[in-house]
């Protein structure tokens, strides 16, 4: 694996590369990999035959009272990671100024009203930074295809929007969630929980899939929406939203959504906030 710490380092390496046949897919990361992040590995290599991985901790989509400083940095388990799921390049900026010439200057994208949805009431801001990354990641590396993981489900969608827009030559794909085997969807924050607490999140996805067979059973929305806020607290996980919309984000109503739709759901527990989804 070639690991690239300037753009310039970066940009000799993707000329090599570009000589070589075949689709580069790019991997956007924040590091701190597991095995969600390796399972976007995988799927890149199914779909190219060139694949470069970045590890950016990207400053822009953290708040001021988010975790930025304290976000696990573990370059070298990472970097052996990597490597076993032989990824052809690592671009793993020495600094911020490497991606964003002056972070100071940078200029942010919008993510419109979807963008303070959702995560994004609870993050002001958040998609903002996301949106402005991985655009200048998409102009730094201008990759054939991007892996995007499905628990990031409203990142997935702006940045599906944002790339439609601004770089429509690349093929976004969505990579299944990978979930632990108690159904806790794989993240980094998981780390952060207890083993009690971890066994406590479980109920997370429980309600997600009470919320779908009860959705089968045609039982009314607002009920189904009242019983997942309910079960939730019962639990001891304290609901940040839950609700349905459809494969587009946009909110549904009615019941009987005939469309593509997906529960979503958000809970704080120790003050450490988890996100999952089921589509169907
Ligand atoms: O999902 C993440 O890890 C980050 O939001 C991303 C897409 C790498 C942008 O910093």
Redesign the pocket.
Known sequence: MVITRTREELYKTLEEFSKRPGKLALI???GNLHDGHLSLIKLAKLKATKTIT?I?V?PL?FGINEDFKKYPRTEKLDIEKLKKEHCDILFIPSSGEEVFSKIEKVKTLDSGNLGSELCGKIRPGHFDG?LT??NRLFELINPDIAV??AK?YQ?QIL?KQMAKLLHPKISLVKAPIIRSKNGVALSSRNNYLSKKEFEIAANLFKCLQNSVNSYHKRKELNEILDNANSFLISKNLVPDYFELRDSELNIISKNNFKGNKVFLGSITINNIRLIDNIEF
């Open positions: 956007p990361t924040m970045s950016f990207n989509q996301v990354v991985v995007f993981g990031d990142q940045i």
